[in-house]
């Protein structure tokens, strides 16, 4: 059964600062990883989905690594701001009795202080 | 812009009453998902369907029953809401069941509380 884990659930740092959030998966047969950010109280926003094939991707001061063999992922934000606080969630792609489905980490909590 | 968007954001409701939460999406997507969030616990797949008037079992659909009777709606009833059915409901969808295609996008969530 995959299991996804993302450590540390929270995280504390000053603005400007740059940080990397991590997720491991137990199974590395993944169709694909995705990055989403949620505000309290909100629904959940995609930030970046990189394919099994794919190493990374970027969309500005975001980018997204995988390691599909070793079972890891990382999101590098970069020069953090107050208006990145937010948890983070990450979720990997797998196939389940015929359809793909997504299993969830259960977040990190990142406050970026002014 | 992929838009979803669900019926109410907060719903309070009395043990053993239906409900209903709606989900809309505009993007002509093929799959709709519902899930539950609850501290600890993180989201949990409750039931998805594939097309029109087909659905899945999710992870926990014990409580629950689902209706997609048109392509953009997707309709989650709690036949008979139970205290422990109190949680955030997210909906989701996704253009189809291609690896390359299925980026899910959610809705703003739908805070039910059973009193």
């Known amino acids: 059964k995959q299991e996804v884990t993302q450590i540390p659930a929270a995280l504390s740092v000053p603005e400007g600062e740059n940080l990397v959030l991590n997720c491991s998966f137990t199974?590395?047969?993944?169709?694909?990883l995705q990055w989403f950010r949620q505000d309290p109280g909100k629904g959940l926003t995609s930030l970046l989905l990189i394919q099994s094939s794919q190493r990374e991707q970027t969309s500005g001061r975001l980018n997204a690594s995988l390691d599909k063999s070793s079972g890891r992922s990382t999101l590098y934000i970069a020069a953090s701001q107050p208006g990145d606080s937010a948890t983070y969630l990450c979720a990997v792609s797998v196939m389940n009795t015929g359809f793909q489905k997504l299993v969830f980490g259960t977040g990190t909590r990142l406050l970026v202080s002014p | 812009d992929v838009k979803v968007t669900q019926s109410s954001r907060y719903l309070v409701k009395r043990t053993g009453e239906k409900v209903f939460l709606e989900c809309v999406q505009d993007m002509d997507h093929e799959n709709m998902f519902w899930y539950r969030q609850d501290p600890g616990l993180g989201l949990r797949l409750i039931y998805f369907?594939?097309?029109?008037?087909?659905?899945e079992k999710g992870d926990i659909p014990e409580g629950y029953s689902v209706s997609r009777e048109k392509k953009e709606r997707f309709s989650l009833i709690l036949e008979s809401a139970s205290t422990n059915q109190t949680s955030m409901y997210l909906c989701?969808?996704?253009?189809?069941?291609?690896?390359?295609?299925?980026?899910?996008?959610f809705g703003p969530g739908t805070r039910l509380t059973v009193l």
């Open positions: 199974d590395s047969a993944i169709y694909n």
């Open positions: 369907s594939y097309d029109v008037k087909m659905k």
């Open positions: 989701a969808s996704s253009p189809d069941r291609s690896p390359s295609h299925n980026e899910q996008f």
